[in-house]
C-alpha cells in the first residue's frame, strides 16, 4: 500500500465511529450511518489532518458531499492535488 493511502485510511480510522481495529473497505460511504458514519466536524478533522501529513492545501471548492463519498474518492483527490502540486513545481 502506498503512503498516499496509509494516511488516509489512519485518517478515516480516527475520524470515523469505526472500532480501532476494524477493517476500512476502499468503497466504504463516508458519511451518515451506513459505513464510516463521519460528520460534518469529522470531514473537517479529517481534511485538516490529511492537509498537515501531506503537506497540501486543499481549497474549498475542490470539497463537496457529492465529490467525496468514499475512501477511494478521498484517496483520489490527494492523489490529484500531489501530481499537481509536482506539475507546479516542474
Do not use: Y
Amino acid at each position: 500500500m502506498s503512503n498516499v493511502v496509509d494516511v488516509v485510511l489512519e485518517t478515516v480510522r480516527s475520524v470515523s465511529t469505526l472500532e480501532t481495529d476494524a477493517e476500512i473497505r476502499l468503497d466504504a460511504r463516508l458519511f451518515g450511518d451506513e459505513d464510516l458514519g463521519i460528520d460534518s466536524i469529522g470531514a473537517l478533522e479529517m481534511l485538516t489532518i490529511l492537509e498537515r501529513e501531506l503537506s497540501l492545501e486543499i481549497d474549498d471548492d475542490e470539497l463537496s458531499f457529492e465529490r467525496l463519498v468514499t475512501v477511494q474518492d478521498v484517496i483520489d483527490l490527494v492523489n490529484e492535488l500531489i501530481a499537481a502540486s509536482a506539475t507546479a513545481v516542474d
